[in-house]
């Protein structure tokens, strides 16, 4: 099995900044991508960011120069950085990561969701 346990979540006021991590565990040979994304209520699920096993960053125009992500390969974790926040950031925020198993399976993951909440 595979589990991707998320920390990190919390309400703060506009322009705080909050870190969510996300740590995957289990029966994982490698990771290739990891990836963060959100779902606000009545919206569907959208990309945040992503990092793959090279480092290479992708963000969602919204958050470009507020959000950072990184990765410990060693951990296996993934980090957000959300400085700047806005009442529009406020959603449950989802870590994903598309690995491969010890079994040989490639397959995409999804941890338990944190609520994220920006109160003005």
């Known amino acids: 099995q595979v589990q991707l346990v998320e920390s990190g979540g919390g309400l703060v006021q506009v322009g705080g900044s909050l870190r969510l991590s996300c740590a995957a565990s289990?029966?994982?040979?490698?990771?290739?991508?990891m990836g963060w994304y959100r779902q606000a209520p009545g919206k569907q699920r959208e990309l945040v960011a992503a990092i793959t096993s090279a480092s290479s960053t992708n963000y969602a125009d919204s958050v470009k120069g507020r959000f950072t992500i990184s990765r410990d390969n060693a951990k296996n974790t993934v980090y957000l950085q959300m400085n700047s926040l806005k009442p529009e950031d406020t959603a449950v925020y989802y870590c994903?990561?598309?690995?491969?198993?010890?079994?040989?399976?490639?397959?995409?993951?999804w941890g338990q969701g944190t609520q994220v909440t920006v109160s003005s």
């Open positions: 289990g029966s994982i040979f490698s990771i290739n991508a």
């Open positions: 994903n990561a598309h690995l491969r198993r010890l079994s040989g399976r490639l397959g995409d993951y």
